[in-house]
C-alpha cells in the first residue's frame, strides 16, 4: 500500500485547510486510515482516523469539532482543518493498517497501530 499526503501550506489562523492523502489500497477493502502529526520537538501525534468500509470516525479531544476525516470511497482520504490555530502547525502524515478491528480501534492512537506510512505534508498556522 502506497500512500501520498498533499494539500499543506501556510494560512492564518482561523482559516482552514484540506489536506489529501491518496492510496493504493483498493477502495472498498477493509482498511483504517489515519493522520497524524509532529511539530518540531515533539512527538508524533493521532490526530484523526477512519475505518473506511463503515465509515467510522475518531478524532483528537484537540480537533474534535475543527476537523473532519472522510474517505470518497474511491482511493483518497480527506482531513478537513477548520478554524486553524498556531498550534496545528506541525508536519501532517497520512497512515493506514489492514488491520481493523477491535485490537486497531483500542489502539488507534499510537504510530504502532499502522502499518504503512505516507511522507508528511507541512502545515503552518500564522497568528
Known amino acids: 500500500v502506497q500512500l501520498q499526503a498533499s494539500g499543506g501550506g501556510l494560512v492564518q489562523a482561523g482559516d482552514s485547510l484540506r489536506l489529501s492523502c491518496a492510496t493504493s489500497a483498493p477502495p472498498f477493502s477493509n482498511y483504517a486510515m489515519g493522520w497524524f502529526r509532529q511539530a518540531p520537538g515533539k512527538e508524533r501525534e493521532f490526530v484523526a482516523a477512519i475505518r473506511r468500509r463503515v465509515g467510522t470516525t475518531y478524532y483528537a479531544d484537540s480537533v474534535k469539532g475543527r476537523f473532519t476525516i472522510s474517505d470518497n470511497a474511491k482511493n483518497t482520504v480527506y482531513l478537513q482543518m477548520n478554524s486553524l490555530k498556531p498550534e496545528d502547525t506541525a508536519l501532517y502524515y497520512c497512515?493506514?493498517?489492514?488491520?481493523?478491528?477491535?485490537?486497531?480501534?483500542?489502539?488507534?492512537?499510537?504510530?504502532?497501530?499502522?502499518?504503512?506510512w505516507g511522507q508528511g505534508t507541512q502545515v503552518t498556522v500564522s497568528s
Open positions: 497512515a493506514a493498517t489492514g488491520s481493523y478491528g477491535l485490537e486497531w480501534v483500542a489502539q488507534r492512537t499510537s504510530i504502532n497501530a499502522y502499518d504503512y
